[in-house]
């Protein structure tokens, strides 16, 4: 079944089979994030977090050129001019809640990368579980470049996945990281073909639709936790999620189909 987006148009979510594909839709600007995409992003992001029909969420953004270039410096610029106008009211109003929900959603979220991701589009790319990205597409952690330090978990993911030394260089010097240096770097999980990008999305996302959501959930959950714990409390937590997953309908018909040589079918629960 296929659900089209009741979204804003700045940004439109389909819903088939198990899989929400959410696409920042202002390709004539990048995608880059003003306010009717910021909030349109929210309010999809909230939907599909929500929806237990939806296994598997998908951001991605429109046309070729950009996944999404970060703050629109247009409609920026028009603000810095307006009296009392401070950054802090969309950092924690509009970015803050997106990526919390990108990154702690109990399902696998795919960045699908057709273009160049900047700034808080770079961030919100690293608060996905996967990035594929197309071989034409990048990243750019572009903040320091208009004077600012860095937001939208910038700070907390990258040390995460290039270490702390390779994550200061990139947010200190900024450049146009391309998919083939991203990959090596760790930013990107798979580089594919332009062309393939839809395609090798959707297998992905139709494998993780069809997957044992509660667990995925909760591996989310255990590897965040784990980041900011020492062993003795990721252990302790691990158990927890443990006795949670090892409840559930999934667990116990998985097992008993691999005792069957038979396939396993996840709900999800
Ligand atoms: O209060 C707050 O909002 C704080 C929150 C901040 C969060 C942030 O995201 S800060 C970071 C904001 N983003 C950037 O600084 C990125 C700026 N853009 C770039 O560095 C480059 O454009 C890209 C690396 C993204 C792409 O480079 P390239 O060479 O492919 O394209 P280009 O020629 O630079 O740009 C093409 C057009 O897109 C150009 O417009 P034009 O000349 O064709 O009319 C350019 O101005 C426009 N564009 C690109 N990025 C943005 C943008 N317009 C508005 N906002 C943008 N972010």
């Known amino acids: 079944m296929t659900v089209e987006s009741a979204a804003t148009p700045a940004v439109q979510f389909a819903i088939a089979d198990g899989v929400a594909t959410v696409t920042i839709n202002k390709p004539e600007t990048m995608n880059a994030l003003d306010l009717a995409v910021k909030e349109g992003l929210l309010a999809s992001l909230r939907q599909v977090a929500d929806d237990a029909a939806v296994r598997c969420v998908v951001l991605t953004g429109a046309g070729e050129r950009a996944f999404c270039a970060g703050q629109d410096l247009k409609e920026h610029a028009a603000l810095l001019e307006k009296e009392g106008f401070t950054l802090s009211s969309t950092v924690t109003e509009h970015y803050n809640p997106i990526v919390e929900l990108l990154a702690t959603m109990n399902k696998p979220v795919i960045a699908a990368l057709n273009g160049v991701?900047?700034?808080?589009?770079?961030?919100?790319?690293?608060?996905?579980?996967?990035?594929?990205?197309?071989?034409?597409?990048?990243?750019?952690?572009?903040?320091?470049?208009?004077?600012?330090?860095?937001?939208?978990?910038?700070?907390?993911?990258?040390?995460?996945?290039?270490?702390?030394?390779?994550?200061?260089?990139?947010?200190?010097?900024?450049?146009?990281?391309?998919?083939?240096?991203?990959?090596?770097?760790?930013?990107?999980?798979?580089?594919?073909?332009?062309?393939?990008?839809?395609?090798?999305?959707?297998?992905?996302?139709?494998?993780?639709?069809q997957g044992p959501t509660l667990a995925y959930g909760s591996i989310r959950r255990a590897v965040a936790h784990s980041s900011g714990h020492d062993l003795s409390d990721s252990l302790a937590h691990e158990a927890e999620l443990m006795a949670l997953t090892g409840a559930s309908g999934d667990h116990r018909a998985a097992v008993a189909s691999f005792l069957a040589k038979e396939r396993p079918t996840f709900n999800g629960r």
């Open 117 to 209: 991701a900047a700034g808080a589009g770079a961030s919100f790319a690293l608060a996905a579980d996967l990035r594929i990205a197309a071989d034409t597409a990048s990243i750019n952690f572009a903040f320091a470049g208009i004077g600012l330090s860095c937001d939208s978990g910038a700070s907390w993911a990258l040390p995460r996945l290039v270490g702390p030394s390779r994550a200061k260089e990139l947010l200190l010097l900024p450049r146009t990281i391309r998919s083939a240096e991203a990959l090596s770097l760790g930013l990107v999980t798979e580089v594919v073909p332009a062309a393939d990008l839809a395609s090798r999305v959707a297998e992905v996302a139709g494998t993780l639709a």
